[in-house]
């Protein structure tokens, strides 16, 4: 499996559809999420703090259509108790992954971004 490192960006088609959905932030990181966006993928570490980091993997729907809805299912530790999944306007969705890229450049351990986390625990709760 490539590293988050070693993925080739979207295509400037891809990133054109997205653009008009991420303003400001990280332009340079668009290329680089959708192309893990349409990958359907990632595994990944969630630090816990005090703790040992707790491996996952998270899996969504692909769509080209950046207001279309995704469901995003995230398993931790390979444990079907600790599965949590939650649907995300997919230009929101790569909001986190741009997040997700950012926080590996600074720490070469793929995590979600605090936000994500909270998004998913209050789905799961409502739901």
Not at 22 to 29: A, T, V
Not at 76 to 93: K, P, T
């Amino acid at each position: 499996m490539a590293t988050l490192d070693q993925l080739e960006p979207a295509s400037k088609a891809d990133v054109m559809i997205y653009l008009p959905y991420h303003k400001g932030g990280k332009p340079k990181l668009l290329p680089k999420a959708i192309s893990l966006y349409q990958k359907g993928n990632i595994e990944g570490k969630r630090n816990i703090e005090g703790g040992d980091a707790i491996p996952f993997v998270a899996t969504w729907f692909v769509s080209k259509l950046p207001v279309e809805l995704t469901r995003i299912q995230i398993v931790f530790d390979g444990n079907a108790d600790l599965s949590y999944q939650m649907s995300l306007q997919n230009s929101e969705f790569i909001d986190h992954l741009i997040e997700l890229f950012d926080n590996f450049n600074s720490s070469q351990v793929a995590d979600f971004p605090k936000s994500f986390y909270q998004r998913l625990l209050n789905a799961t709760e409502v739901s």
